[in-house]
């Protein structure tokens, strides 16, 4: 079965402009979750998104948002970029946002942005 | 306010051998503790895992060893094997906070044939 695809791979914006990530979880899964990894931060939890509603956020300034679509699809949107928004974005998916399932939460393998 | 601290931060350990990464965590509330392995140009993908009802869960190579009292849990993996060389990293997350992990650090492992 195919796993959590993101698009695009790579990327590269200038200063200032914003950006917009794509993410298709597995076929079922119905909860997304957006991490930032960086090398000097880890990763770090973003937001998760469970029938189109915001469940959980992290510790990141509001130029950071997303949505979920109806068919689970995600996109995370990132306005007036800043160097330190260079980073691996990463996409995890799972069926529910319970606790039984989080043996099955699996992650893309992300859209690498950097920004100059 | 780092929640799961990650020990060592680089590991080089000879085909065969075993190698040991720490995490210790501070928030009592955690009831879920994951294992990623992640490797170059890819996502983490989940080893293992264990739950604070049990001390020591095994699959194959793979061992978490879990001390709720010192609210620490660690992985070994025996028998290390060249392609274990990728990143490791610890989680930990919460029934009341969904799918959310807060991650350690990250260990970078490099098995040596």
């Known amino acids: 079965k195919a796993g959590v695809t993101q698009t695009p791979r790579y990327l590269i914006k200038t200063r200032g402009q914003q950006v917009t990530l794509s993410c298709s979880p597995i076929s079922g899964h119905r909860s997304v979750s957006w991490y930032q990894q960086t090398p000097g931060q880890g990763l770090q939890f973003l937001f998760e998104y469970f029938s189109e509603t915001q469940r959980n956020k992290g510790n990141f300034p509001g130029r950071f948002s997303g949505r979920q679509f109806s068919n689970s699809r995600s996109e995370m949107n990132v306005s007036t970029l800043e160097l330190g928004d260079s980073a691996l974005y990463l996409c995890?998916?799972?069926?529910?946002?319970?606790?039984?399932?989080?043996?099955?939460?699996?992650f893309g393998s992300g859209t690498r942005l950097t920004v100059v | 306010q780092q929640q799961v601290k990650q020990s060592p931060q680089s590991l080089i350990v000879q085909k065969g051998g075993i190698s040991i990464i720490n995490c210790a965590y501070e928030n009592t509330a955690f009831d879920y503790f994951p294992w990623y392995q992640q490797f170059p140009g890819k996502g983490p993908a989940l080893l293992i895992a264990i739950r604070p009802d049990v001390s020591e869960k095994k699959e194959g190579r793979f061992t978490i060893s879990f001390n709720k009292s010192a609210k620490q849990f660690s992985l070994h993996i025996m028998d290390s094997q060249p392609g274990d060389s990728a990143t490791y990293f610890c989680a930990a997350s919460k029934t009341a906070a969904g799918n959310k992990l807060t991650f350690g650090g990250g260990t970078r492992v490099l098995v040596k044939p």
């Open positions: 995890a998916s799972s069926l529910t946002t319970t606790s039984r399932d989080r043996d099955g939460y699996t």
